[in-house]
């Protein structure tokens, strides 16, 4: 279960990032890496960043360390086997983090942006 779960967990932070990167007026992308949804451009690439100024780009780019949830537990490496998934500790805290984050950003995200 904490395979799926890990799963789980990683595509709401990823939701958490694109609807703030289309609150920002950014252009959300395929892409899963968190770290290249809130730094596209310094990685060299596209997507346009979240602003290092921006009040959400560190709470954001924290999110990276859920990245490989998105597959890590979920497929089998070059050996076969399975990585072990995180304890259910580790995922409990991540979804309060996430939930906690997803509170402000109804509040925020749903006024009009001034700019």
Request: no cysteine; glycine share 6%.
């Amino acid at each position: 279960r904490n395979r799926h779960a890990a799963f789980h967990v990683q595509q709401g932070a990823e939701k958490l990032v694109k609807a703030v990167r289309l609150h920002r007026g950014l252009r959300a992308t395929a892409k899963h890496t968190i770290a290249e949804l809130v730094d596209g451009a310094a990685t060299g690439g596209e997507p346009r960043p979240v602003p290092s100024g921006d009040t959400w780009h560190d709470l954001l780019l924290d999110l990276d360390k859920l990245s490989a949830y998105a597959t890590a537990y979920r497929y089998p490496t070059t050996t076969g086997r399975l990585s072990t998934p995180p304890d259910v500790a580790a995922l409990v805290e991540w979804i309060a983090t996430i939930r906690g984050l997803i509170t402000i950003a109804r509040a925020e995200l749903l006024q009009p942006r001034v700019d």
